[in-house]
């Protein structure tokens, strides 16, 4: 069955520093994308970065990469020289590269940036 | 451009009252559209999808039901709302290429 998991439900990180979210996803598809979402206490859901599953390098966005491990099957999301702004809660989702596109997503991460 | 808007952003019905929440998509065509919810401090659980106009499928039974009226517009409604049809209602599109769009979204409380 296919599966996300974050097993961080919060974490704290002090201003400028880095930090690194969690995921590890469960799939026996060949072909899947994986996804970060932002989502702050407003409700919208903000994207961050994409990973294919057969890309080989990690993907960058700015502040944001996407350590990808294939063989351990996981994502996980490193924000660089943490901002104030960047307390939220994040989730990281995976899409199967069928004709439905449904995401299936993790319980998500609460990220506090501390001043 | 492309666009999805979401409406109501908040609402308050009480237990037994109909619903009815619209989504619409502008700057694309045959768009793939999704309706998820999220649970007070939870993640995010796929309601109904739905490839084309009038193809609807659903993910968890419930109180819902969604229809596709038009090629980018897709409704959630309820007849008789529960108090655990309470949480935050996401519309979204994609065409495939791309990932997600999500709407803004509707709090929804059942009183």
């Known amino acids: 069955a296919q599966k996300i998991t974050q097993t961080q439900p919060g974490m704290f990180v002090q201003e400028k520093e880095a930090v690194t979210l969690d995921c590890t996803y469960d799939?026996?598809?060949?072909?899947?994308?994986l996804f970060w979402y932002k989502q702050p206490s407003s409700g919208e859901m903000i994207f961050l970065i994409y990973?294919?599953?057969?890309?080989?390098q990690n993907a960058t966005e700015g502040r944001y990469s996407l350590n990808f491990q294939k063989a351990r099957k996981s994502a996980n999301l490193v924000i660089s020289a943490s901002q104030l702004g960047d307390s939220a809660m994040y989730f990281c989702a995976m899409r199967l590269l069928s004709g439905t596109y449904k995401y299936i997503f993790g319980t998500g991460t609460r990220l506090k940036v501390l001043a | 451009s492309q666009t999805i808007h979401q409406w109501p952003a908040t609402l308050v019905q009480p237990v037994g009252s109909p619903l009815s929440l619209e989504c619409t998509v502008e700057g694309t065509s045959n768009p793939n559209l999704y309706w998820y919810r999220q649970a007070a401090g939870r993640g995010l659980q796929l309601l109904f999808y739905s490839v084309g106009i009038g193809q609807i499928s659903s993910e968890v039974p419930q109180n819902l039901s969604a229809s596709r009226p038009q090629d980018r517009q897709f409704i959630l409604s309820s007849k008789k709302l529960l108090l655990s049809d309470s949480g935050f209602y996401l519309c979204?599109?994609?065409?495939?290429?791309?990932?997600?769009?999500f709407g803004s979204g509707t709090r929804l409380t059942v009183v």
């Open positions: 990973q294919g599953s057969y890309d080989e």
């Open positions: 979204a599109w994609t065409t495939g290429v791309y990932g997600y769009t």
């Open positions: 799939t026996s598809d060949q072909s899947y994308g």
